[in-house]
Nanobody, 112 residues
Framework: VQLQASGGGLVQPGGSLRLSCKVSGSNFNHMSWYRQAPGKEREWVARIYGGGTTGYADSVKGRFTISRELARNTVYLQMNSLKPEDTAVYYC?????????WGQGTQVTVSS
């Protein structure tokens, strides 16, 4: 299984970005986005389950949306109303049973 994350970049506060994570496999229990800011631990951001149910960290609820396009084996993270504290490397993760796989990360920087 391989995950390829993309879509990061530099954006001003209040702006938007859409991250993509293309996955080589299928039939995962759920797909997730995590992020890690400098000097901080990696934290969970959002998750989409096999049936389509989603969940979000309180810090991003109402601003971020996780979705998927099964035909393209791709999971997205639409990020709106970005804040400087959203600056981090964003990682996608796939889980199947007790196994999990991580993508390589994509940098998101929110700054004026």
């Amino acid at each position: 299984v391989q995950l390829q994350a993309s879509g990061g970049g530099l954006v001003q506060p209040g702006g938007s970005l859409r991250l993509s994570c293309k996955v080589s496999g299928s039939n995962f229990n759920h797909m997730s986005w995590y992020r890690q800011a400098p000097g901080k631990e990696r934290e969970w951001v959002a998750r989409i389950y096999g049936g389509g149910t989603t969940g979000y960290a309180d810090s991003v609820k109402g601003r971020f949306t996780i979705s998927r396009e099964l035909a393209r084996n791709t999971v997205y993270l639409q990020m709106n109303s970005l804040k400087p504290e959203d600056t981090a490397v964003y990682y996608c993760k796939a889980d199947r049973g007790v196994a999990s796989w991580w993508g390589q990360g994509t940098q998101v920087t929110v700054s004026s």
